[in-house]
Structure formats: structure tokens, C-alpha cells
């Protein structure tokens, strides 16, 4: 699941910090992230997990460091060149009132890729989700699942550097939500993509996460640095999760 | 019965008798409230937007001052352009006063705050993670307004429709600031009323038929845009 040792972080985050009306709504101390990493936030609802999300992502401004491909990202100018290099899938599918297709095709044509290729690279995702019957379908017409598929494809339709899914899963039913998990692993897996994934759902983390943060909602109010758990198997075995070893050695 | 029955027979004689002047003031109300509707769709979408998505010191005082707009009197928009355009006034040199380009502005006042705060509302009722996930497909601010009101052009042209409506059939600003001069700034509406005044009903029934029919021509033009792709239960 992971690539190799040598290979550059893609994305770089150093004491990056959400604050709004002088409250630190999230805190994030030093993380790296390579290609192939599915880094997991797993944390309680209200834990500034989406917040950090969006600040990783270019969505949110943040103090401090943030770096994709060994650049720093500290303008909107840099954030929205970084949303043009990713793609976020959120909780619920947010498609916009247009056939699947289109919506499929909406990020590619946003970053002014040709007619043709963005239909080309649509039809291979919405292939790959296994949903090209439903191309035709608008939103209303979808069901959540359908719907989260189109949502997912349309992420992995620009070949995203990183991408980002804040509880892409968590509106889902449970077998709908099983095949998803092992889809997108695979997905993953043969890409090499680098993956951020926003969960609520420690079994969902253990079963996606190479390497997981634990978010406390306490500790991101008071904007002391999370703690990261080194595997699983620290996860599987916590003598106390706030005090995890903090290692960011590749699991 | 009579009078009214004569009255519509003479009005539709007049119709497809070919009364160059009756055309002639059917055009002219058109070009006015379609110059000023065109303007203030330019105007008031774009500022209808920079309400609904942003935050800024006094945003309740302009969505007040916009939601009073749309119930404006027209006489008091016709009182205010005056003022503006008479001859003393700040803009009295354009000498604009009695002139159609009066009634268009006159008539901007009137749409704009109608497009203004419809649209504002439309685009408020798009949830915030929407505008994320547009923005994080990747598009700038031009791309994401632009597929925001995709997102909302059912609204967006019910507002139009409303706006138009609004100042075709409005008389009392383009009376005062027109001043229903014959061949010059006589509209449908201004026509209508003076016609009805001097007695001469068939005149009068026959601009009011054209009104109408422009009135719903141009609705269901917009209409037919507005329900496409509309799903059928």
C-alpha cells in the first residue's frame, strides 16, 4: 500500500491552524504526505476534522506552514492551484443539476481540460465506479449510493495529486458502504494516490488507514497537536490514545 | 354591453387594420422595458450574488433596502428620476428629462431591485457545501458564480419574468419622466390611459390587447427556457 521510501511528499502541513473569531477551530502539528499514503483523521464529530480538511485542501485559509509538491500554498491565488491539482469528496454527493456525465466531466472542464478528453477521462471514471449505465441520469433521478459514485468519480476523473473525503461513506448503507470501501482501496492501491480520508468510524479508519490521527475534540480546542498513532496495531492495542507514540516513520 | 362589445370589435379592426402608430407604441414600450430589463439583470445579478455570499458591515440594511425596492411605487421612482434629470438637477445636463432614455432609467430603478433581491434569495438557498464542492472542483470566482446560477436558473428567470412584468405595465414613471409625448415617449401603458381618458375606448382595448400579448409572449418565451429539462413525475 505504500510507495516508495524515496518518493517526495506531496503534500507538507506544519503547525497549520484554522482559527476564526480568535477560537483555534483546528490544529494540525507536522504531517507528511506521500504518494500512495491513505492517511486517515479519525475523530468525534465537532473534533475540527473537516475544518483541517478543507484547510489542507485550499478551501479554508490557515496560519501556518502548508506545502504541495514543494511549494508553499500561503495565497488564494496557491489555494485554488492547489484545489485545481485534488479533489474532495464530502459526505453527501453535492452533484449539480446536470446529467451524471456532465457532472462527472464539471472538474476536468473547471481546469479547462478540451471537450474530448473530458468526456473521455468522465466515461473511464464513471467506468471505473461502475455507474457508465446511469451516465445519462440526473441527480434527482440517482439514489445516495448512485449518487455518492458519481461524486467519487467525478474526484478521481481529474487523477487528483491528493484527494480528499471527509466521511465520503458515513450517509451510506452498511453493504452499500462495504463494497465502496474495498472499491475504492483498490482504486487506490493501483493508482498510488495519495489520500486523506475524514472519518468518525474507527472500524472504517482501521480498515482504510495506513497511517491514522487521532483527533481529540478537547485538545483541537485548545489547539494542543493531536496525536498520531504509528499503525493499527496501536490503535488495536491503545494503553491510552493521548499518548500514542508520535511517530511519523512509513508504517 | 354595447360599448363594450363595439369597442372590442373597432379595437381588433384596428389590430389587423394595420394602424402604423398603435405598432409603433407597442415597439417603443418593448425596446424601453428590454433596454432597462437588460440592465438591470447586468446589474442585479451580480449584486444580488455579492449579497447572498458574502459578509459585510450593514449586509441586513441592504437586504432591507433591497426587499423595499422591489415594493417601490413607481410614481415615487418617476418623482425621483425627475429630480434627478430636471433641469437644475444633478444630471440635468444629459437633458434627458421627456425622453425614452429618462424612462429607461426610470425603469432600471424600478427592475433592479426586483432581479437584485430574487436572485440573492436564490443563491442564499444553495447550501454552503455546494459552494465548497464547486469550489473544490476547482473554479475560480467567475467559474463558481457562473455555475451557481446554473444551479438557480429556474429562480434567476422566474426574477426576470417578475422584473419585466414589473416595468411593462408600469405607468407612472415613464408618464412623469416621459411625459407621454405622441410619437416621442408614448408607451402602451401612457397610451392606454390617455385613450381611455378622451373616451376613445376601441383605441384603448386595442392597446391593452397588445399588452397583453407582449406581456405573455415574453413569459412564456421565458417559461418554455425555465421548465426545460424539468422532470416529469
Known amino acids: 500500500m505504500s510507495a516508495s521510501a524515496s518518493a517526495a511528499p506531496v503534500l507538507v502541513a506544519r503547525d497549520l491552524e484554522v482559527v476564526r473569531a480568535g477560537r483555534t477551530l483546528a490544529h494540525i502539528d507536522a504531517r507528511e504526505l506521500l504518494p500512495g499514503d491513505v492517511h486517515v483523521l479519525l475523530g468525534a464529530n465537532g473534533a475540527g476534522k473537516s475544518t483541517l480538511l478543507k484547510a489542507l485542501n485550499g478551501l479554508e485559509e490557515a496560519r501556518g506552514t502548508l506545502e504541495f509538491e514543494g511549494r508553499a500554498v500561503a495565497t488564494a491565488a496557491a489555494r485554488l492551484a492547489l484545489r485545481r491539482r485534488t479533489a474532495a469528496v464530502f459526505q453527501r454527493p453535492y452533484l449539480l443539476a446536470t446529467s451524471a456525465r456532465h457532472n462527472v466531466e464539471s472538474g476536468l472542464r473547471l481546469r479547462r481540460a478540451a471537450r474530448a478528453e473530458a468526456r473521455r477521462r468522465a466515461a473511464a471514471a464513471l467506468d471505473l465506479l461502475g455507474i457508465a449505465h446511469l451516465a445519462a441520469r440526473k441527480p434527482d433521478r440517482l439514489s445516495g449510493g448512485e449518487a ?5 468519480a467525478r474526484a478521481l476523473a481529474v487523477d487528483p495529486a491528493v484527494l480528499f473525503l471527509d466521511e465520503p461513506l458515513a450517509a451510506l448503507d452498511p453493504p452499500t458502504r462495504r463494497t465502496l470501501v474495498t472499491e475504492l482501496l483498490d482504486i487506490f492501491a493501483a493508482r498510488a494516490m495519495a489520500v486523506v480520508w475524514v472519518t468518525h468510524d474507527s472500524d472504517e479508519a482501521l480498515a482504510v488507514g495506513d497511517r491514522v490521527s487521532f483527533r481529540r475534540a478537547a485538545s483541537c480546542r485548545r489547539g494542543r497537536p493531536s496525536t498520531s498513532s504509528r499503525t493499527r496495531r496501536a490503535l488495536r492495542s491503545p494503553t491510552s490514545s493521548g499518548s500514542t507514540p508520535t511517530s511519523r516513520a512509513r508504517s | 354591453m354595447d360599448l363594450i362589445w363595439n369597442g372590442i370589435v373597432e379595437a381588433l379592426r384596428l389590430l ?39 459578509e459585510f458591515g450593514g449586509r441586513r440594511v441592504v437586504v432591507a433596502a433591497t426587499n423595499t425596492g422591489m415594493a417601490a411605487p413607481p410614481v415615487v421612482v418617476g418623482l425621483l428620476v425627475s429630480l434627478f434629470l430636471t433641469r437644475n438637477g444633478p444630471l440635468g445636463d444629459l437633458r ?3 425622453t425614452p432614455w429618462a424612462m429607461v432609467i426610470a425603469q432600471v430603478v424600478i427592475a433592479l431591485p426586483i432581479v437584485m433581491g430574487l436572485s440573492q434569495a436564490a443563491l442564499q438557498q444553495i447550501d454552503v457545501g455546494m459552494r465548497q464542492q464547486i469550489a473544490a472542483l476547482g473554479a475560480g470566482h467567475l467559474q463558481g458564480f457562473v455555475l451557481l446560477l446554473r444551479e438557480i436558473r429556474v429562480s434567476l428567470l422566474a426574477a ?7 416595468v ?36 384603448a382595448i386595442a392597446l391593452s390587447i397588445i399588452l397583453m400579448i407582449l406581456a405573455y409572449g415574453a413569459n412564456f418565451a421565458m417559461t418554455v427556457v425555465q421548465q426545460q429539462g424539468r422532470r416529469r413525475a
Open chain 2, 168 to 203: 411593462i405595465s408600469e405607468v407612472g414613471a415613464v408618464m412623469m419622466v416621459g411625459g407621454n409625448i405622441e410619437g416621442q415617449t408614448q408607451v402602451l401603458t401612457t397610451a392606454i390611459v390617455q385613450q381611455t381618458r378622451i373616451g376613445r375606448w376601441s383605441v
Open chain 2, 160 to 166: 426576470v419574468m417578475a422584473a419585466f412584468g414589473g
Open chain 2, 16 to 54: 389587423f387594420g394595420g394602424d402604423g402608430s398603435i405598432y409603433e407604441i407597442a415597439w417603443r414600450s418593448l425596446w424601453i422595458s428590454g433596454v432597462a430589463l437588460v440592465i438591470a439583470v447586468a446589474m442585479g445579478v451580480p449584486l444580488g450574488a455579492a449579497v447572498a455570499l458574502n
Open chain 2, 96 to 98: 434627458w428629462l421627456y
Open chain 1, 148 to 152: 455518492q459514485r458519481v461524486s467519487i
